[in-house]
Nanobody
């Protein structure tokens, strides 16, 4: 069983930046899992934002965040990050960390196949 704990959410102004972190613990090997970030805006379905492969050789980003968000992972900290720049009100929502064992990044981000979820961290973009 794995535990995923997100941090770094909060209030940001339009055009601002936030960095989300998700640390994985439990009886799992972080290096065996594709990691990703999903978000759910008010009144909308959860969507895949960005995912990263086990060894960081490939990533996926939704069109809405390309060029603004960057995902990375640190195997020494069992942590995945989401650097979010040039935020807009459309980025407001609850951001969830996700983990899926041994698949491609699009399997996680596009098809939504996930083994473990975090509890989420709220990001609010407002002036």
């Amino acid at each position: 069983q794995a535990r995923l704990v997100e941090s770094g959410g909060g209030l940001a102004q339009p055009g601002g930046s936030l960095r989300l972190s998700c640390t994985v613990s439990g009886e799992v090997n972080f290096n065996n899992y594709v990691m990703g970030w999903f978000r759910q805006a008010p009144g909308k379905e959860r969507e895949g934002v960005s995912c990263i492969s086990r060894r960081s050789e490939s990533t996926y980003s939704a069109d809405s965040v390309k060029g603004r968000f960057a995902i990375s992972r640190d195997r020494t900290q069992n942590t995945v990050f989401l650097q979010m720049n040039n935020l807009t009100s459309e980025d407001t929502g609850v951001y969830y960390c996700a983990a899926k064992k041994a698949v491609g990044v699009e399997t996680v981000c596009v098809r939504g196949m996930v083994d473990y979820w975090g509890e989420g961290t709220l990001v609010t973009v407002a002036s």
